[in-house]
């Protein structure tokens, strides 16, 4: 076999191993909990369709780390609805700038409403109006 045979034979099995690898990417994003927790949200949030998100992914992202992402997508929410609840609440502002919180008093602010949207399954438009309630009402003693 020549050197030309020998590179073409190369590209063949590179394009069959990236196919395989293609269709093993695309059995962990079309799971129903990836399509429902992280496909439509993120492709609505972007505005493009669950196709074009789903090519970021494949693109961006090699075996393992889409095998976790799911995984690190669920141990994320509590994380980031606390930082959406300082943020709506302005925690930063009551606690990192005038100081009228300490840091644990605006902790457990985050947690008990972000415990309040997980565990509990309200919303979070109804947790953070009865956060700001309360916030209010701890500032007014």
């Known amino acids: 076999m020549n050197n030309e045979d020998m590179g073409k034979a190369r590209d063949e099995n590179n394009t069959h191993e990236d196919d395989v690898l293609r269709t093993m990417k695309m059995r962990i994003i079309d799971s129903y909990r990836w399509k ?23 693109k961006r992202l090699d075996m393992a780390s889409l095998e976790a ?17 300082h943020a709506d609440l302005k925690l930063c ?7 009228v919180l ?3 008093q605006t902790e457990k602010i985050k947690n008990k409403l972000a415990g309040e949207v997980l565990i509990q ?6 947790a ?3 956060g700001r309630k309360d916030l209010l009402e701890y500032l007014m003693r």
């Open 36 to 58: 429902v927790d992280i496909i439509e949200p993120f492709s609505k949030e972007f505005g493009i369709t669950e196709d074009e998100f789903k090519e970021i992914l494949i």
């Open 102 to 104: 300490t840091d644990e």
């Open 69 to 85: 992402l799911h995984a690190r997508y669920e141990s994320s929410k509590h994380y980031c609805i606390k930082e959406k609840v």
């Open 128 to 130: 953070i109006e009865n």
């Open 93 to 99: 502002w009551l606690s990192d700038v005038m100081n």
């Open 121 to 126: 399954g309200k919303s979070y438009d109804e």
